[in-house]
């Protein structure tokens, strides 16, 4: 992301590797996903859930129904680099996610 040219858009990976029933929550993942559906809709390019679980599916379904047929389809559900590459460029995306960018190109949500 070139900072200096400023933001209109952005893709937030959330990544839930090793994510389990007992650290996830369905009411702040729900308020989560309307929170930038009501207020930034315009800002969420894509929504990236890399490696979520098996369970996450079931929570999913839960949630889907309250999203806008746009909020869904600015979701994305992704194993392996090569899925990210749907909405990301490898190029840009960092090496921690397998891409070929610099792990300082992402930006941790702490340092917005």
């Not at 009501?38 to 309250?66: D, I, M, Q, Y």
């Amino acid at each position: 992301m070139d900072r200096s040219q400023g933001v209109t858009q952005a893709t937030v990976i959330l990544d839930l590797e090793n994510v389990g029933w007992k650290s996830l929550d369905v009411e702040a993942l729900k308020n989560i996903m309307l929170f930038f559906q009501n207020f930034f809709p315009e800002r969420v390019s894509t929504a990236v859930f890399w490696k979520a679980p098996g369970v996450f599916n079931a929570l999913w379904r839960v949630v889907k129904p309250f999203l806008s047929d746009m909020t869904k389809s600015k979701i994305l559900f992704a194993r392996k680099p090569e899925d990210l590459n749907k909405k990301v460029e490898l190029k840009y995306l960092p090496a921690c996610l397998g891409g070929q960018a610099k792990d300082s190109a992402m930006i941790p949500i702490d340092q917005l």
